[in-house]
């Protein structure tokens, strides 16, 4: 079997713990959008570790794991990531493959991530400064673009740089009045980080169509969010790349159609990181509980999450534009202890009802959530095993979501770790 994992809301739904647990039965795991702004946690033992580049799978010793040419590789936090599961004695060699076509991140695109930002004052995405946007711009601009496989040829890499950084210097000072960046300090960088990463570089596409060829089993990993997909989320709130499930096939260059399953992660509400509009958001005490319970602060950034009630609006979109055919639902602990729990069925956008998730900023800014408010329960669930044994209205709430997001939620989760997460 070959499944996607994709998160249905706005990232951070719990999608390294899901793809962690379905890597035990795959062979190969593979990261295909994104950067560095994804922080996936995998917690194994007492051990907690937070993926940014490498596919959740990594933390399994005989799994393979792939990064295509979707993703944009930031060789400082790959690295970082190599040596950190190396350190607990995991190891990459051997088993890591990297496309010659995916993109590298530079310090020009963090530079650039920044000092747009700043300019933006309040205005401002609330990116995680990791290049992402910059980065993507220069891919789709092609002239000034480097990819992983330009590592192998330093020569040619250094003339490229020169041309690079010149031209990003003139922007940087006519547009920022910022300090330039020496393209000999980018390069001598590059050429460390060329010795670590050439010898996982290769044609990924060929390798997974061989793989499946071979009937191995694989494992694709989606980044961030469908709300924050470039074409169908909540624009220009989203990240750079198609995060949704139709990013699959174009970041890795194997159609949807050999993916057995696709299935949404979502969390039993809602969270958000960054600007943009939230209709569900509780910026109250209801919000709070949730942040502290859930312990909602960015995995990536440390930022606070900002948190809602469950969005069946949001949600059944991701569903859609996805064809996903099942749900795993995360943190259903963390509603505990509520005495109601609201679940936005529906909008009201300038006096009309919808039921069908407006990609669009001037609609959504406008958009107030209509609710079915659910009594909640008091019980700690954590250490449940099956579904059947939650208390009556943890199940009851489950089903009704199910009802209006029209995908069966096969999974629950209930706690941060491995054993605590439930087939039904
Ligand atoms: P990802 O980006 O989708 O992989 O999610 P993150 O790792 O950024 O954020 C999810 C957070 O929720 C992590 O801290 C997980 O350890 C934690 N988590 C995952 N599933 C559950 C769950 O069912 N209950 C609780 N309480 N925490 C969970
Ligand atoms: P995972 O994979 C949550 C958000 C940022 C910001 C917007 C644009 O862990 O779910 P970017 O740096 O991509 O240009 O920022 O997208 N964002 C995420 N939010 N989880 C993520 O990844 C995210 N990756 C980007 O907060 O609002
Ligand atoms: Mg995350």
Redesign the pocket.
């Known amino acids: 079997m070959n499944y996607c994992v994709v998160?249905l809301q706005?990232?951070?739904?719990g999608?390294?713990k899901v793809v962690d647990i379905l890597a035990e039965n795959s062979d190969i795991v593979v990261r295909y959008g994104?950067?560095a702004?994804?922080?996936?946690t995998v917690i194994v033992g007492d051990n907690r570790f937070a993926l940014h580049l490498l596919p959740s799978g990594s933390v399994r010793p005989q799994t393979i794991c792939v990064i295509t040419n979707g993703v944009v590789v930031d060789p400082d936090v790959l690295i970082k990531g190599i040596d950190t599961l190396g350190e607990k004695g995991i190891s990459l060699d051997g088993r890591l493959l990297i496309s010659e076509n995916a993109h590298v991140v530079l310090p020009y695109h963090k530079k650039e991530?920044q000092l747009r930002e700043e300019a933006l004052g309040k205005n401002k995405?609330?990116?995680?400064?990791?290049g992402?946007?910059p980065c993507y711009a220069d891919k789709v601009g092609r002239s000034y673009a480097v990819r992983v496989g330009d590592l192998r040829d330093l020569e040619r890499l250094k003339a490229k740089l020169q041309k690079i950084v010149e031209h990003k210097n003139k922007i940087f000072a006519a547009l920022y009045g910022a300090e330039s960046i020496d393209a000999g300090e980018i390069f001598e960088k590059c050429k460390l980080h060329a010795q670590r990463i050439v010898p996982f570089i290769t044609d990924t596409t060929e390798f997974l169509h061989k793989a499946i060829a071979e009937d191995k089993s694989i494992l694709f990993e989606?980044?961030?969010?469908s709300l924050?997909d470039l074409d169908h989320g909540t624009f220009p709130?989203?990240?750079?790349?198609n995060?949704s499930a139709l990013g699959m096939p174009a970041g890795c260059g194997v159609p949807a159609k050999l993916v057995d399953e696709f299935i949404g992660v979502v969390k039993a509400y809602t969270t958000?990181?960054?600007?943009?509009p939230f209709p569900v958001e509780q910026d109250n005490e209801t919000g709070q509980y949730i942040r502290e319970k859930g312990n909602e602060y960015?995995?990536?950034?440390g930022?606070p999450?900002r948190c809602g009630w469950f969005d069946a609006v949001a949600v059944s979109y991701g569903v859609k534009i996805g064809a996903i055919d099942s749900v795993a639902m995360m943190h259903l602990d963390t509603l505990s202890g509520l005495k109601e729990l609201s679940i936005c069925r529906a909008y009201e956008i300038n006096g009309k009802e919808t039921s069908f998730f407006p990609a669009n900023d001037d609609r959504l800014s406008q958009a107030k959530g209509l609710y079915e408010t659910v009594p909640g329960w008091d019980e700690d669930i954590t250490e449940v095993k099956d579904f059947k044994d939650l208390p009556v209205n943890a199940q009851d709430y489950v089903r009704r979501i199910e009802e209006y997001i029209a995908a069966p939620i096969t999974t629950v989760g209930v706690g941060p770790k491995r054993s605590q997460t439930m087939n039904r």
């Open positions: 998160g706005w990232g951070d739904e999608k390294g994104g950067g702004n994804a922080g996936h991530d995405i609330g990116t995680t400064i990791r992402i946007g989606g980044a961030q969010g924050l709130f989203v990240t750079s790349s995060s958000r990181v960054g600007a943009g960015g995995t990536t950034t930022r999450r």
